[in-house]
């Protein structure tokens, strides 16, 4: 059996609630078709880089599955010659089919087993997708100088100061790894938040169970199907292919990246809860000290100081989940380095 068309993301759609296992050749090495969404391909010659890329976590965030899906498209047909290990995850393809960005629940909210506490289509596909990482890291057992990357692609819903940003995951020593942020200077990211706390993302889950360097990346805004500018999304797609082809990371000053630490995490914590934020303001917009950007009948929340921004605003969700990041600028030269 093969890829018709070369087209993982048709293939994907048209199977969304499974597949059965098959494998195929492609130039330069073997792919298997491991279930809907999930591709691992695997290079002639052997490799230390073991590279995950996740698309479509949130099935409306199209743009990133369709610059993965023509990265796949081009490898399969020999216009990228893959030299490095690669598991391509289309994350919620039920969701994709009906252009929403989940089902039942929230599939970045149920990754570290926080799916065992829910029931419904995402925390099955929570379940598979973390066996998927397993297996395909599980080769880097008992061997050295293994790299293993993931970096999971979204949009987000609203406009950004920062266009395209990413989410730094929380680590525990305090310690950022300088190439990491050098290839996401080097890809068009304009911005990174340094997370303040273990969180149950699938990026958080890569690096705090498998010692990835693992990045929410957001591309920019949420488009349906066939409305995306790839062209946006150029600096990052030249990344991924010189990563693809010869395993290295593209590198750029640090200079340009804007650096925000994450300060508290929004939640909502009551039916009552609203967020003083116009529909159209953009993430990062910068707010005032003393501004109550968030009010319940359980409480307020005000701005601590001039600059603090909120990212990722949203009460759309169930009560108990985040509502919104509070960030405040830092500078690259105050940030643990290695
Ligand atoms: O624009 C929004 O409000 C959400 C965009 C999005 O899906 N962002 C991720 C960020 C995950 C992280 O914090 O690492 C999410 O909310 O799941
Ligand atoms: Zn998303």
């Known amino acids: 059996m093969t890829i018709l068309n070369n087209d993982f993301l048709a293939l994907t759609l048209a199977n969304q609630d499974g597949i059965a296992p098959f494998q195929f050749s492609f130039p330069g090495g073997v792919g298997y078709v491991e279930d809907a969404g999930i591709l691992r391909l695997e290079p002639t010659q052997s490799s230390a880089t073991h590279l995950v890329l996740s698309v479509g976590i949130h099935g409306n965030e199209t743009g990133p599955i369709e610059l993965v899906n023509q990265l796949v498209t081009a490898i399969l047909k020999g216009a990228i010659s893959l030299n490095i290990r690669l598991l391509v995850l289309i994350g919620n393809p039920v969701a994709a089919n009906l252009a929403k960005r989940f089902c039942d629940v929230n599939l970045n909210?149920?990754?570290n087993g926080a799916w065992q506490e829910y029931d419904g289509f995402e925390a099955k596909r929570a379940q598979r997708l973390e066996q998927a990482i397993c297996d395909f890291y599980s080769i880097t057992e008992h061997k050295t100088d293994q790299i293993k990357l993931h970096y999971?692609?979204?949009?987000?819903?609203?406009g950004s100061v920062y266009e395209k940003f990413a989410v730094y995951p929380y680590v525990k020593n305090g310690v950022y790894n300088k190439e990491q942020l050098a290839f996401l200077a080097a890809s068009g990211i304009d911005a990174v938040l340094l997370s303040h706390q273990p969180t149950t993302t699938f990026s958080y889950y890569s690096y705090a169970v498998h010692d990835a360097h693992a990045f929410t990346v957001e591309l920019g805004k949420v488009y349906r199907f066939g409305e995306n500018d790839l062209s946006r999304f150029a600096d990052f797609g030249d990344s991924l292919t010189l990563l693809l082809e010869q395993g290295r990371l593209a590198q750029s000053s640090l200079a340009t990246l804007c650096i925000f630490r994450v300060l508290?995490?929004?939640?909502?914590d009551d039916d009552s809860y609203e967020l003083s934020i116009a529909s159209d303001a953009k993430n990062f917009t910068a707010l005032e000290a003393g501004y109550r950007i968030a009010h319940s009948d359980k409480g307020d929340y005000y701005i601590k100081q001039t600059g603090d921004a909120?990212?990722?605003?949203?009460?759309?969700?169930?009560v108990g989940q985040r509502a919104g990041l509070?960030?405040?600028?830092?500078?690259?030269?105050?940030?643990?380095?290695?």
């Open 264 to 268: 508290d995490s929004l939640v909502k």
């Open 310 to 318: 909120i990212v990722f605003p949203n009460i759309k969700l169930p």
């Open 326 to 338: 509070m960030v405040r600028p830092a500078a690259m030269s105050d940030l643990q380095l290695d």
């Open 109 to 111: 909210r149920l990754f």
């Open 152 to 158: 999971d692609l979204h949009t987000a819903i609203r």
